[in-house]
Nanobody, 113 residues
Framework: VQLQASGGGLVQAGGSLGLSCVASGSIFSINWMAWYRQAPGKQRELVAAITASGRTNYKDSVKGRFTISRDNAQNTVYLRMNMLTPEDTAVYYC????????WGKGTQVTVSS
């Protein structure tokens, strides 16, 4: 199973970015899909998660600004990030849970002040 993430980049504070992650390979039913992030010198933290039925969970600091969604037919998870702040700067990782956890390579999001 491979996770291919795309999106990210550099944006000014107040701007928007979108991330996407496609799961491919021999993957069966997916339970939840999620985005984590890790800033320099900090632990990896959950940003948002979505279950197969569409139930979502967000880190408090991103509620109202970020939106997670998924396309079950395409095994793809998205993260729309609005009103970005410098505190959102981090490497963002895609996570998929099926028979086990799978992780994608991180993608850098940098928000300048």
């Amino acid at each position: 199973v491979q996770l291919q993430a795309s999106g990210g980049g550099l944006v000014q504070a107040g701007g928007s970015l979108g991330l996407s992650c496609v799961a491919s390979g021999s993957i069966f039913s997916i339970n939840w899909m999620a985005w984590y992030r890790q800033a320099p010198g900090k632990q990896r933290e959950l940003v948002a998660a979505i279950t197969a039925s569409g139930r979502t969970n967000y880190k408090d600091s991103v509620k109202g600004r970020f939106t997670i969604s998924r396309d079950n037919a395409q095994n793809t998870v998205y993260l729309r990030m609005n009103m970005l702040t410098p505190e959102d700067t981090a490497v963002y990782y895609c996570n998929v849970n099926s028979n086990r956890d799978y992780w994608g390579k991180g993608t850098q999001v940098t928000v300048s002040s």
